[in-house]
């Protein structure tokens, strides 16, 4: 079984700072890792993932993340953030190979401060 | 449709009353999932079909939950005799394959009262 942790439940920074929100991970066989994002009143929709290849990821809206496998985190960062990337984020991961079903973190709230 | 619709957005149950929540995925797509968010939480895993098959029912919480996809394509959500803790907004989401995204509805927010 996998499972995520997101230890920080909220991220305040002002705009046009960068920003990561961490995500570490739980597993005992290799895995897929994604990044979702929850807009306010809308459904979660896919910012990135890792599969396998290249180790830096790179998603919709400027985001990025890092696979580390050592440290079993996948990271999201964003050099610059804007109001309208507020909203809730959620680290996912699944075992690789077939149907594995999907885990979600807890999530993550960035609030974009002007 | 152009996205994964369902229904009703909103519902009020009173507690012991059962109900049904409807799933539309986009269409052609293989794989349906079920979520449960309870406020202030990720998603929590309720089970899975391919195509018409639940393959996984690990998490639906009781046998009060039951979920089917007959035709393998729109798929419902019950909740028999409804309890207080069963109100959170319950997630369908589809995808064209295991690996590929999930693509997610608006959800159904459930209070039972």
């Known amino acids: 079984a996998q499972s995520v942790t997101q230890l920080d439940s909220q991220v305040p920074v002002f705009e046009e700072a960068p920003v990561e929100l961490r995500c570490n991970y739980s597993?005992?066989?290799?895995?897929?890792l994604f990044w979702y994002v929850q807009y306010p009143n809308q459904g979660l929709q896919l910012l990135l993932k890792y599969l396998s290849g290249s180790t830096l990821v790179k998603g919709i809206n400027g985001f990025e993340a890092e696979f580390n496998k050592s440290q079993t985190s996948f990271h999201l960062r964003k050099p610059s953030v804007h109001i309208s990337d507020t909203a809730e984020y959620f680290c996912a991961v699944s075992g690789s190979g077939g149907y594995q079903k999907v885990t979600f973190g807890t999530g993550t709230k960035l609030q974009v401060i002007p | 449709g152009a996205g994964v619709s369902q229904s009703p957005r909103y519902k009020v149950a009173k507690r012991g009353q059962d109900v049904a929540l409807r799933c539309d995925p986009i269409?052609?797509?293989?794989?349906l999932f079920w979520y449960q968010q309870a406020l202030g939480q990720g998603p929590e895993f309720l089970t899975y079909f391919q195509n018409e098959a639940q393959l996984d029912k690990s998490g639906l919480p009781s046998d009060r939950f039951f979920a089917e996809r007959p035709e393998g394509s729109v798929s419902t959500l019950k909740i028999q005799r409804t309890q207080q803790e069963d109100s959170a907004v319950y997630l369908c989401?589809?995808?064209?394959?295991?690996?590929?995204?999930?693509?997610f509805g608006s959800g159904t927010q459930l209070s039972v009262l």
């Open positions: 989401a589809s995808s064209p394959a295991t690996e590929e995204k999930l693509f």
């Open positions: 597993s005992s066989v290799s895995v897929y």
């Open positions: 269409s052609g797509h293989v794989s």
